[in-house]
């Protein structure tokens, strides 16, 4: 994906132009991919961007104008006329009104905090030649995702996990606790990767490396007690500025040159996003990819004709799309969210070819107000230990599927590795939950729940696409975040609010199915009633048409065309020899699987089977 890379070694026993041209090649994953590097003239620091070639096609670095600055950025800023305004009337007019510029004039007015000033999805680098400090700073939620190491007088930095490792000096160590985690909850928390000391740049933040005395700073330029509380919107107001940001979210991501596309499924943010799009011609593309009978496919398809949006519909009929993607889909996403999650990838050269970007609707359920989250136990917590042991329940047990008990943990490793990570994972959430107490507490744990599940997990189905087209963020409008949060859970619960603003602003959408239960999510009270009745009774007597509710169907994918694959990761001499795993349990998780007596159990699998791929590709 796009991104910045870069290195300091003041020890000077490493080639600097190698470290360049190294990156530039391992995460250029395609042939569009673009690189630019620099090295200074007179210090070990070299700096690169990888691009796939849509936003920001201009080379880089850019300068100041009298060559102090050396500025590299990936990504976009959003409303920036204001922000222009500002600089012009501060003495420093960006040279054009293209985002690096903007960015670089933003800096030499407001100093290290200037991207606190710029509103978007974006990683920036800034070298000083004069002070010989580096500056790394990111948006507020961190959408373009990077990693670094840093000892002494040694950094490296890199979108990906394997540009950091490139450097000789990052050691090579699997950190235990990652892998605790992944075998338990199918994902890591918050900065930690399966390398010890390479860790994820953090959300809102600014660093900086001052190269004459190597010492190095981070920390949060913006967090979530930054958020203004509003315990007096109600409903109404509530919906309608809601409405009203999340409409003007997707015009303002719509409004230039750029060739819009929506991954269509039959929920509620996909069809909201498209149904906001201003009319265009040519009209925006949509694109669906699942299996024919699944409810996706079957009620994206209806959502598209109402739009009037170009549909596109990619087949999933069996698990061969897998193998074909696997490898690709590892290398892109390392591993940090197992291989059941790799819907997109089959569908993404074509899309290239159609689309600049995809109008995301990640997690916008989520924001919306999701029901998981509007619970007692969340929003009006009895202490911090009870929201400790009700999130571990969940990310264990819920919100990718049914991982392994307890009693499955201990009889998962071999006697060497069960004294080191039994329980590790839970005593690992209880330590990362801990800072996020300080928050509002009726909001609390779903703060953690976006940091650690949302962008530390589902945003690898982000970083997927990314590869082939560039992804834009409605639903992380700074604007519509500082709304949604600042009002009292029971305003947004149970996406009440969703639907209502969805019933207002586009009501042939609220007349399309949607969720589970295939009811109309209009709040038309007479409609949605006479609706859900008419499908429970024809589902009891069997006159309702049976849709599959997933889109892909990894569980029988593997006891069919995957098995093969997946015995030959699982039952191989390496995957013994590492002597993490007790085999004859492995044995029995595959077997209890391919019986089918038990509902969901890919959840147990599939860790197992991407851990072990993540250790031969990045380990051995």
């Known amino acids: 994906m796009s991104g910045l890379f870069g290195i300091i070694d003041l020890t000077r026993e490493n080639n600097i132009q190698t470290f360049l041209q190294l990156a530039s090649q391992v995460l250029s994953h395609r042939p569009w991919y673009q ?4 090295a200074a003239p007179d210090i070990p620091l070299g700096l690169g961007r990888i691009g796939i070639g849509i936003f920001n096609r201009e080379p880089q670095p850019i300068t100041s104008a009298d060559g102090r600055y050396v500025l590299f950025m990936t990504g976009e800023l959003h409303e920036t006329t204001a922000l222009q305004r500002q600089l012009e009337n501060a003495g420093n007019p960006p040279r054009d009104s293209s985002a690096p510029e903007l960015a670089l004039a933003a800096f030499q007015t407001y100093g290290a905090d200037f991207a606190s000033k710029l509103n978007g999805a974006f990683f920036i680098s800034i070298y000083d030649t004069a002070s010989q400090h580096l500056l790394l700073t990111n948006d507020r939620f961190g959408l373009y995702p990077h990693y670094y190491y840093r000892q002494g007088s040694r950094l490296v930095f890199s979108p990906e996990v394997k540009g950091v490792m490139l450097a000789p000096f990052v050691p090579r160590k699997l950190n235990l606790t990652a892998a605790a985690e992944y075998l338990r909850i199918q994902q890591l928390l918050g900065e930690k990767t399966f390398h010890e000391d390479v860790l994820v740049f953090p959300y809102g933040s600014v660093a900086q490396f001052d190269l004459q005395s190597s010492e190095w700073t981070l920390r949060h330029y913006w967090d979530w007690d930054q958020i203004p509380d509003r315990p007096e919107v109600g409903f109404r107001e509530a919906s309608n500025e809601i409405g009203r940001l999340l409409r003007r979210a997707v015009e303002k991501r719509t409004a230039d040159e750029y060739r819009p596309g929506v991954f269509l499924t039959g929920g509620l943010d996909s069809r909201s996003l498209i149904g906001f799009v201003p009319p265009r011609n040519p009209p925006p593309i949509s694109a669906t990819f699942g299996a ?29 799309w897998v193998l074909d993607n ?7 996403t390392e591993g940090f969210h197992t291989w059941i999650h790799m819907h997109s990838i089959s569908a993404l050269p074509q899309m290239r070819e159609i689309m600049d970007f995809n109008l995301t609707g990640w997690d916008g359920g989520t924001v919306m107000g999701h029901k998981d989250h509007y619970r007692p136990i969340y929003n009006d917590p009895v202490d911090e230990y009870t929201l400790v042991v009700e999130n571990f329940k969940q990310f264990n047990e819920a919100y990718v599927g049914p991982g392994l008990t307890e009693a499955e943990e201990w009889l998962l490793y071999t006697p060497e590795y069960s004294k080191q990570l039994i329980g590790r994972a839970f005593e690992s959430m209880r330590q990362e939950f801990h800072p996020f107490w300080r928050f509002r507490k ?64 586009l009501p042939k959408l609220a007349m399309i199915p949607y969720d589970k239960q295939e009811y109309l999510p209009t709040l038309n009270e007479p409609i949605h009633t006479l609706q859900s009745l008419s499908v429970r009774a024809r589902r009891k007597f069997k006159l309702f048409p049976v849709r599959a509710t997933l889109y892909a169907d990894y569980e029988n994918y593997v006891r069919r065309e995957l098995r093969p694959w997946v015995e030959g990761v699982l039952f191989d001499k390496r995957t013994e020899q590492r002597g993490i795993y007790n085999m004859p349990f492995v044995h029995s998780v595959l077997e209890r699987h391919m019986a089918g007596h038990e509902e969901w159990t890919i959840g147990k699998l599939a860790p197992l089977i991407s851990f072990e791929l993540v250790m031969r590709e990045f380990f051995d």
């Open 292 to 320: 024919k009978n699944s409810r996706d496919v079957y009620y994206a398809e209806r959502i598209a004709q109402a739009v009037g949006s170009r549909h596109h519909w990619f087949d999933f009929p069996d698990g061969r």
């Open 35 to 38: 690189a630019n590097t620099w």
């Open 442 to 505: 009726h909001y609390a744990a779903e703060f953690f729940y976006i940091v650690n599940h949302c962008w530390r997990m589902t945003g690898h189905m982000v970083t997927t696409a990314r590869s082939h087209i560039e992804m834009r963020f409605p639903f992380w409008d700074y604007d519509l975040i500082d709304w949604m949060y600042s009002v009292r859970p029971d305003v947004r619960g149970h996406q009440m609010l969703y639907r209502d603003i969805i019933t207002r602003e």
């Open 326 to 332: 696997v490898d690709l889909h590892l290398k892109l």
